[in-house]
């Protein structure tokens, strides 16, 4: 076939391309940020502005020839107009000059008559019309998704790991995830199923969970030993601090996540099953002994290479401030003096390293990736020069009690981590 897949540069929306692709259909994928089309196997990208295209005028062009509509387009946003444009505006339109095409609209459980935050009612907006439309449509409604490369999932898998945490309620809020790989089956298998009206169906998995029962499925499957403890928070409270956690979090967990987990996210799971002729994966098959290993490292990194960079940043600035006098300028002084710096360099010497400790730790805080490689490596340097310098000069520093220089050995492997962490290519 030839299929129409929006938000195919999306977690769900990638793994569907991928399936489609694998079964040998013509996908045409409007993306944001292609300026010109470029193919990719059996793959079409062409640029588009989804939240702009609000009329059915402007998706003509895209349908031609196509025989189904997969719209996979979602985001987590407190801006109500996007929410709008995106999950209701664009939809409609593009399922209005889809008409007599069939399509499969991926929209989330609990997008319904009863949707109380505005990412569910958009959603359940656009369903509504779809519903309303004459044709062959399906309304797949997901639980939570898991899988790699997915935002929540990777967010759930940091906290399965924490040894102490907050949790609303005590997390006894229910959920029924679904694995990645079942719901695009599920997907892949409605591109094909005989249908001629408008179908809704729940994708999710065959278990009842708490949030907390699991993250301790997660934290069982990533290989984590000891018990985590959880410590009840009013849902007052942390709906209080929600504006905090959303910006920590790209938006995951927000006012609005917490108002759809305190409702629960579960149905019945027999129609998805039926679809796929088997029952779906369950919380505890999510991860396999290979994929536990990578989750874990990624999980543990994600965790602590944002602490680890704040802390070097916080010794940078703890020694810039300290050089610009908490600590006796007569004693640094003489310090330099002792490693061979003139009386009248020497005070250039310590306000200026002092500046250079400054701007080292500004830097560390502001600068984004790959950018910080190459500050890893300034600072890198600079700590072995020192040392260098101290070791000829000052040896007797190697044997004081405190460690004031053995603590640079650590330091150089957590910055050689960070160099290493932020070398990948984007």
Same mark, same amino acid.
């Given at each position: 076939?030839?299929?129409?897949?929006?938000?195919?540069?999306?977690?769900?929306?990638?793994?569907?391309?991928?399936?489609?692709?694998?079964?040998?259909?013509?996908?045409?994928?409007?993306?944001?940020?292609?300026?010109?089309?470029?193919?990719?196997?059996?793959?079409?990208?062409?640029?588009?502005?989804?939240?702009?295209?609000?009329?059915?005028?402007?998706?003509?062009?895209?349908?031609?020839?196509?025989?189904? &509509?997969?719209?996979?387009?979602?985001?987590?946003?407190?801006?109500?107009?996007?929410?709008?444009?995106?999950?209701?505006?664009?939809?409609?339109?593009?399922?209005?000059?889809?008409?007599?095409?069939?399509?499969?609209?991926?929209?989330?459980?609990?997008?319904?008559?009863?949707?109380?935050?505005?990412?569910?009612?958009?959603?359940?907006?656009?369903?509504?019309?779809?519903?309303?439309?004459?044709?062959?449509?399906?309304?797949?409604?997901?639980?939570?998704?898991?899988?790699?490369?997915?935002?929540?999932?990777?967010?759930?898998?940091?906290?399965?790991?924490?040894?102490?945490?907050?949790?609303?309620?005590?997390?006894?809020?229910?959920?029924?995830?679904?694995?990645?790989?079942?719901?695009?089956?599920?997907?892949?298998?409605?591109?094909? &199923?005989?249908?001629?009206?408008?179908?809704?169906?729940?994708?999710?998995?065959?278990?009842?969970?708490?949030?907390?029962?699991?993250?301790?499925?997660?934290?069982?499957?990533?290989?984590?030993?000891?018990?985590?403890?959880?410590?009840?928070?009013?849902?007052?409270?942390?709906?209080?601090?929600?504006?905090?956690?959303?910006?920590?979090?790209?938006?995951?967990?927000?006012?609005?996540?917490?108002?759809?987990?305190?409702?629960?996210?579960?149905?019945?799971?027999?129609?998805?099953?039926?679809?796929?002729?088997?029952?779906?994966?369950?919380?505890?098959?999510?991860?396999?002994?290979?994929?536990?290993?990578?989750?874990?490292?990624?999980?543990?990194?994600?965790?602590?290479?944002?602490?680890?960079?704040?802390?070097?940043? !916080?010794?940078?600035?703890?020694?810039?401030?300290?050089?610009?006098?908490?600590?006796?300028?007569?004693?640094?002084?003489?310090?330099?003096?002792?490693?061979?710096?003139?009386?009248?360099?020497?005070?250039?010497?310590?306000?200026?390293?002092?500046?250079?400790?400054?701007?080292?730790?500004?830097?560390?805080?502001?600068?984004?990736?790959?950018?910080?490689?190459?500050?890893?490596?300034?600072?890198?340097?600079?700590?072995?020069?020192?040392?260098?310098?101290?070791?000829?000069?000052?040896?007797?520093?190697? !044997?004081?009690?405190?460690?004031?220089?053995?603590?640079?050995?650590?330091?150089?492997?957590?910055?050689?981590?960070?160099?290493?962490?932020?070398?990948?290519?984007?």
């Amino acid at each position: 076939m030839k299929i129409l897949l929006t938000g195919a540069s999306g977690f769900i929306g990638r793994h569907i391309l991928a399936a489609l692709t694998a079964r040998g259909h013509d996908v045409v994928c409007p993306v944001r940020g292609v300026a010109v089309k470029t193919d990719i196997g059996r793959a079409s990208f062409v640029p588009a502005q989804f939240a702009h295209m609000t009329r059915p005028d402007d998706w003509l062009p895209w349908l031609h020839c196509v025989d189904c &509509v997969i719209n996979a387009v979602g985001v987590f946003s407190a801006n109500t107009q996007e929410l709008d444009a995106v999950h209701t505006q664009a939809p409609r339109a593009l399922f209005e000059a889809a008409r007599g095409t069939r399509v499969i609209q991926i929209s989330a459980l609990g997008a319904d008559v009863q949707a109380d935050t505005a990412f569910l009612r958009t959603k359940a907006a656009a369903d509504e019309a779809l519903r309303r439309r004459a044709g062959t449509a399906f309304i797949v409604q997901p639980s939570l998704v898991y899988g790699p490369g997915g935002a929540s999932a990777a967010w759930f898998e940091r906290l399965a790991l924490m040894p102490v945490l907050l949790l609303p309620a005590g997390g006894q809020q229910l959920i029924q995830p679904v694995h990645i790989d079942d719901l695009v089956a599920g997907i892949v298998s409605l591109v094909d &199923v005989p249908a001629d009206e408008s179908v809704t169906i729940a994708f999710c998995g065959p278990t009842r969970l708490s949030i907390r029962e699991y993250l301790q499925v997660l934290r069982d499957g990533l290989g984590s030993a000891g018990r985590q403890y959880v410590i009840p928070v009013s849902m007052a409270l942390c709906k209080a601090v929600a504006p905090i956690g959303e910006r920590v979090s790209g938006g995951l967990l927000s006012r609005d996540s917490l108002i759809m987990l305190e409702r629960g996210n579960v149905a019945d799971p027999q129609p998805f099953e039926r679809l796929l002729g088997r029952p779906a994966r369950a919380p505890e098959q999510f991860l396999g002994e290979h994929d536990s290993r990578a989750r874990h490292a990624q999980a543990v990194l994600a965790i602590t290479v944002p602490a680890l960079r704040f802390c070097i940043a !916080l010794v940078w600035l703890w020694t810039a401030i300290v050089s610009f006098g908490l600590y006796p300028a007569k004693h640094s002084l003489a310090m330099l003096r002792e490693v061979g710096v003139s009386e009248v360099l020497a005070p250039i010497a310590l306000y200026g390293a002092a500046m250079l400790d400054l701007l080292l730790g500004v830097l560390t805080l502001s600068l984004s990736a790959p950018r910080r490689r190459w500050l890893w490596l300034a600072q890198i340097l600079l700590i072995v020069g020192y040392t260098l310098i101290i070791t000829v000069r000052l040896p007797e520093q190697w !044997l004081h009690p405190f460690g004031p220089i053995s603590k640079n050995l650590p330091m150089l492997a957590a910055l050689v981590l960070l160099w290493f962490y932020d070398a990948r290519k984007r």
